[in-house]
């Protein structure tokens, strides 16, 4: 629908790879037995009382800064509401002093995406609802509660409305999580819940104001996002042309039915009833450890894409293919030992599987890759010589010897074309009147004759050369 | 809070008198059923309590820092390291309903909004 803008804003949940919660001792730790990871902090006993837990702090800033924010004093505030997932009654989160603000990601294909803030909080407690209609929420009869996760530090980033699709939606969630994983900030693992997605759609005509918004919860993969975002922005588009309003809610999706309903309309702001934390004091970084910090980061997924360009001129989807892989150290590290840049590239990014890069020695990838460039393999049998180097190590040159390859000498070639042209007189008649699609045919015939030895650029440049 | 703005988060204008609505509202939020008596006491209560800070806040306070806390303390932090978890079986033992080794409590949909 080309009349409509889907707007489009996401926040983040994502807990920070920290050995303890943000408050309390208690272990940070997927998967245990239902409450074993519990104290009084976590239960909110009475007299429990809050203490911040540094490295989760650290690992806050961290995220903060590979994000381009800009680290500020923050205060903890208390977020009051009515659910059995937090027994304090409230959740410790931080309002509006917030530890991170003004950031922005770079998605792979060159869009920057705001970032309004990045804040700490509590996770809450896992709540499994049992019903006769099954797991869904809807159909509970009573639910059961775990507090394993109850208060695991979280750090919630909160995007711009600056989303315009589905794709984008899901490219800005990947490479949040690449930066994530890369900073050492969490594991990332969205199916374990440590990235967890909540999207804000709302359609417009292309330049009006924005529309109401709605948000969706319950989006637990990057498939389910791209449906959710496509099905919530088309029942908005379908209600307003007919004649309806879109109302300000939060709507709950159902990866089975493919359709979002409605789970509650939208607090206010203020009805969470925000007041500073008592028993907490004020973050302030002192600077110094800020800047410890920042120096400290490793390079950042859009910093590898971009050297990937500027120095061996990759293309950008291959570079964000190949750090999105992880296979960039292996390039560069192929053309320091005087590899071909464009081989090396192809190779990382179509024939080397993840987690190969490790079995693969940068001295041997990059004889490969001046092999192929020089012509003494081709491109067929470069990557048969690149899968056995990675099987089982070894000299590419001797690889080569033993599966016969050799460079086919161009007077070979010169007169194998001499016996064709004969062979095919129409077809070659066809050819130098222009006939593109018979190159193919020689080529292919070629081909034949070699048993695939020849490589298909040299016969292609041949053959044009001959070309009245 | 997308879109939200908070620059403004605790410091809205003050409204008139607190009502008997904002009270019924406060104690519908918290769950809490209140009697007419009691809405009427704690109107009056929470009123009283709200022209305090009203007080304060006609207080000329230019060029005086915004305070979250009235200690001078910053940066209270402890260092990442596990404490042991309290006794499951004890704990549990403290809730009205228990099943499976987790707390039991009433659907947490169809209740007043």
Partial sequence: ?????????????????????????????????????????????????????????????????????????????????????????????????????????????????????????????????????????????????????????????????????????????????????????????????????????????????????????????????????????????????????????????????????????????????????????????????????????????????????????????????????????????AVAAGGDAARALNHARNNVADGEADRLDAAGFASLTTMEADGALTATQAKTVLAELIAEGGDPAEIAARHGFQAMDTSELDALLDSLIEAHPDDWAKFCAGEQKVMGFFVGQVMKATRGQADGKVVTALLMGRRP | MNGVTVATAYVGPMPERISREDVARIAQLARLTLGDDELDRFTSQLGDILDHARDLAALDLDGVAATAHPFPLRNVMRDDVATPSLDRDEVLAAAPEIESHMFAVPPVLGEPA
């Fill in chain 1, 1 to 333: 629908m080309s009349e409509w803008e889907t707007v489009i804003g996401l926040e983040v949940h994502v807990e920070l790879s920290t050995a303890t919660k943000l408050f309390s001792g208690s272990p940070n730790h997927f998967g245990g037995e239902p409450n074993t990871n519990i104290d009084p902090v976590t239960l909110g006993l009475p007299g429990a009382l809050p203490v911040l837990n540094r490295s989760a702090v650290e690992l806050a800033i961290r995220a903060g800064l590979a994000l381009g924010c800009t680290v500020q004093p923050s205060v903890f505030a208390r977020k009051n509401y009515f659910y059995p997932d937090m027994p304090k009654g409230f959740q410790i989160s931080q309002y509006d002093r917030p530890i991170n603000v003004d950031g922005s990601i770079e998605l792979p294909g060159g869009t920057v995406i705001g970032i309004e803030r990045a804040h700490l909080e509590e996770d809450t407690g896992k709540s499994t609802h049992v019903g006769s209609g099954g797991t869904r929420i809807h159909d509970a009869d009573y639910s059961l509660v775990d507090f394993n996760r109850a208060g695991v530090p979280l750090l919630e980033i909160v995007s711009r409305p600056d989303l315009r699709s589905a794709e984008d939606a899901k490219a800005y969630v990947s490479e949040l999580r690449a930066v994530l994983v890369t900073v050492g900030a969490s594991d990332g693992k969205m199916e374990e819940g440590s990235l967890r997605v909540d999207c804000n759609v709302s359609v417009r005509r292309p330049g009006a104001p924005l529309g109401t918004r709605c948000e969706v919860k319950n989006v637990n993969s990057l498939r389910s996002l791209g449906r959710a975002i496509d099905y919530e922005a088309r029942r908005q588009i379908d209600l307003i042309e007919s004649g309806e309003a879109v109302s300000q809610e939060t709507r709950h999706w159902n990866d089975d039915t493919g359709r979002t309903q409605t789970l509650r309309s939208k607090e206010e702001a203020t009805d969470y009833r925000y007041f500073p934390e008592p028993d907490l004091v004020e973050v302030d970084p002192d600077p110094a450890w800020i800047e410890e910090i920042r120096s400290s980061l490793p390079s950042l997924p859009r910093e590898r894409r971009h050297r990937l360009v500027d120095e061996l001129g990759a293309d950008p989807l291959s570079a964000a293919i190949v750090v999105e892989r992880g296979l960039d150290r292996l390039v560069f590290d």
